[in-house]
């Protein structure tokens, strides 16, 4: 299988638009024996997108990526109408990495008139990005679970750049009996370690020199728990020193590495989680310990 | 196949209790090249639910049949607990019928701790049932989610008896891109016109001879709207013969038969819809124009 894709790289992936072609394509892969991974995306592709491709293409014969800018997982007054579309680009960089299929949804195929459907997770959802984005994962969960059922893939790899939102996918696919196994993929980060993320590109140059203290912070903080310091108090270090670069912190926290939920014991898996805002643009990150 | 049915009415179905066994069985049926038929019940069956069962059979190979009383259908103050509860003869039934597998699965089962995930649905699950038992559609639709991804049928039916819950179904499946058709089925009624209902057993034998004013009553309006009535006029007459029969209302509406939103023209389909209380038992009828 890795012959076959690296002679496929460089190959231009089939492109669909609609449920039925999609299912169509599927359907061709599934008669040939083959089983599908897949990659949501909302485009402005990066390195980070395709290191996750390329570890769905560890995991299953043929590799669907959607690319669709949700509009139900931004608020009115969120940057739905400014996010990078870069579809060409987002092509050419799916080429290179040998993805099979980009299925690429208008927003009637995804919301056709009438659409009267809403999905709602507690657990994982409940604090962190819902306290300052309470529609997100609403938006996440309706459209995540639509493209799972539409593509119906076997696997499907989500970043965990976006940590909660990883837990929150799992939580629904397991809740929903999804037949689909969730598999998180390791953040890619630049060399100064900001994670990668198709909003950085609104930083200014000079924003863009002070967005590593996220990372630099939570690392710190990561390290002072490994050395006994209490979560809680690491968390708020972190804070405040992200807060001293000119950051406004949405919230920086350490929590229960699964459930996401505070932390009660000593002996629970811990994930340190921030969001800040740089100028007008929100950065996120996030860290084990 | 027809054939095969007919040779296989009367064998025990296979039964199963865990979402594993019955992704085994389905996994059999599939390798076999057979298509699914499922029909969600909550066991105290009678004819209306063999009737679905057997219009099952002629879509599809092989029928499965789920057994499963939802508590997160029932709000505290109704009848969960006192929900008849037949196995042995239900399994009978089902044998008699030519089931090929039976899904009886805990509540464990599909609740595990930590179950976080909602369904809400808008459209045609506003209003009517929803006025009286608003958790009501949130409970059906986690559940028959859960059950059609749980199944993987083909084709699922379900009874018009419970003709609000089978368009917030069709609504549901269409909006998550559930891969199954939904399949409506005729209800099922006794030779004096009540519909075929598990809750019937509540019923007083004096209270029995009462209940068919509902269907009586439906189908006199029916008849009127036929003749040029205005359906609203019409409904309201319903409900004041089902109210002087000695029942206590909860609604007599007539609606856009697909949406159920209130009708706003002359050339809509319309439904008759019915909802009333005889002593301690809720009834719930309808009719088509």
Same mark, same amino acid.
């Given at each position: 299988?890795?012959?076959?894709?690296?002679?496929?790289?460089?190959?231009?992936?089939?492109?669909?638009?609609? !449920?039925?072609? #999609?299912?169509? *394509?599927?359907? %061709?892969?599934?008669? &040939?024996?083959?089983?599908?991974?897949?990659? =949501?995306?909302?485009?402005?592709?990066?390195?980070?997108?395709?290191?996750?491709?390329?570890?769905?293409?560890?995991?299953?014969?043929?590799?669907?990526?959607?690319?669709?800018?949700?509009?139900?997982?931004?608020?009115?007054?969120?940057?739905?109408?400014?996010?990078?579309?870069?579809?060409?680009?987002? !092509?050419?960089? #799916?080429?290179? *990495?040998?993805? %099979?299929?980009?299925? &690429?949804?208008?927003?009637?195929?995804?919301? =056709?008139?009438?659409?009267?459907?809403?999905?709602?997770?507690?657990?994982?959802?409940?604090?962190?990005?819902?306290?300052?984005?309470?529609?997100?994962?609403?938006?996440?969960?309706?459209?995540?679970?639509?493209?799972?059922?539409?593509?119906?893939?076997?696997?499907?790899?989500?970043?965990?750049?976006?940590?909660?939102? #990883?837990?929150?996918?799992?939580?629904?696919?397991?809740?929903?009996?999804?037949?689909?196994?969730?598999? =998180?993929?390791?953040?890619?980060?630049?060399?100064?370690?900001?994670?990668?993320?198709?909003?950085?590109?609104?930083?200014t140059p000079e924003e863009r020199t002070v967005a590593p203290v996220i990372h630099r912070a939570l690392t710190t903080a990561a390290i002072a728990i490994k050395a006994g310091a209490v979560p809680d108090a690491a968390a708020a270090e972190a804070e405040a020193t992200i807060a001293r670069a000119g950051l406004k912190v949405d919230y920086v926290a350490a929590r229960n590495a699964e459930?996401?939920?505070?932390?009660?014991?000593?002996?629970?898996?811990?994930?340190?989680?921030?969001?800040?805002?740089?100028?007008?643009?929100?950065?996120?990150?996030?860290?084990?310990?």
């Amino acid at each position: 299988m890795g012959r076959q894709r690296m002679a496929e790289a460089g190959k231009a992936p089939k492109i669909v638009g609609t !449920v039925a072609e #999609l299912r169509s *394509a599927v359907a %061709d892969y599934r008669r &040939a024996g083959e089983t599908l991974g897949f990659v =949501p995306t909302m485009g402005a592709l990066h390195e980070g997108h395709i290191a996750l491709v390329k570890q769905a293409q560890t995991l299953a014969d043929r590799v669907v990526v959607s690319i669709f800018v949700n509009p139900t997982q931004f608020a009115p007054n969120e940057d739905f109408s400014r996010y990078p579309r870069t579809f060409d680009a987002d !092509v050419d960089k #799916l080429a290179q *990495a040998g993805c %099979d299929l980009v299925y &690429a949804p208008g927003r009637e195929d995804m919301y =056709p008139a009438g659409f009267s459907t809403g999905i709602s997770i507690a657990g994982p959802a409940q604090g962190l990005e819902s306290d300052f984005r309470p529609h997100f994962f609403s938006g996440v969960a309706i459209v995540v679970a639509k493209l799972l059922l539409q593509t119906a893939a076997d696997v499907a790899v989500f970043g965990e750049k976006d940590y909660q939102q #990883l837990r929150v996918v799992t939580q629904m696919a397991r809740d929903l009996d999804l037949p689909v196994r969730i598999v =998180p993929g390791p953040t890619v980060r630049e060399s100064d370690g900001l994670a990668l993320s198709s909003r950085n590109r609104y930083l200014t140059p000079e924003e863009r020199t002070v967005a590593p203290v996220i990372h630099r912070a939570l690392t710190t903080a990561a390290i002072a728990i490994k050395a006994g310091a209490v979560p809680d108090a690491a968390a708020a270090e972190a804070e405040a020193t992200i807060a001293r670069a000119g950051l406004k912190v949405d919230y920086v926290a350490a929590r229960n590495a699964e459930t996401l939920a505070p932390l009660a014991s000593p002996d629970e898996p811990v994930r340190l989680l921030a969001a800040a805002w740089l100028g007008t643009t929100r950065l996120i990150d996030n860290i084990g310990v």
